[in-house]
């Protein structure tokens, strides 16, 4: 049986068609095909014809554990409705939950509800952008 020549998209001559890459690139015989990698095709698509996934930012381990934050945040808050710190400018209805932890303490603190504070934004933005960590001790909104 013999095989039927084709163009080649790459060396425009009849040969046997090795490869069909890309619609762009069309059938290639077996030369042309080894010269083009996948990198070089990536390259040379329209941005449009490049399928590319997003890179997650968080492993499938911390989503997981965000996701439980999210629930335990949702039941504290029940239970604490109303901002526990108290600063200059309350507003008094509490909307994000402060840790009392801080740094690499943080993460093994993290999902434990008796080291939060209930707080308003206003407060919250106090503590985090206003207040020194000598203050934020003295105050007990940080511990160590």
């Given at each position: 049986m013999?095989?039927k020549?084709?163009?080649?998209s790459?060396?425009?001559t ?8 890309t619609?762009?690139?069309?059938m ?14 990536i ?8 399928i ?9 381990k ?12 949702k039941?504290?808050?029940?239970t604490?409705?109303s901002?526990?710190?108290k600063?200059?400018?309350?507003l ?8 009392l932890?801080?740094g ?6 993290f ?18 952008d ?7 001790l003295k105050l007990g909104?940080?511990l160590?």
């Open positions: 013999k095989t020549l084709k163009l080649c790459g060396c425009q009849m040969k046997v068609i090795w490869k069909s890459k619609k762009e690139h069309g290639l015989c077996k030369d042309c095909s080894n010269k083009l990698s996948n990198k070089t095709l390259k040379n698509l329209p941005e449009s014809k490049v590319r996934e997003p890179i997650s930012k968080l492993s499938d911390e989503k997981k554990r965000q996701a439980l934050y999210s629930v335990l945040k039941e504290f808050m029940k604490h409705g901002c526990e710190v600063l200059i400018g309350c008094g209805k509490a909307t994000d939950v402060h840790h932890y801080f690499a303490d943080r993460y093994g603190h999902l434990d509800s008796t080291t939060w504070k209930s707080t308003c934004r206003n407060c919250h933005s106090t503590i985090h206003k207040l020194s960590n000598e203050q934020l909104l940080r160590k």
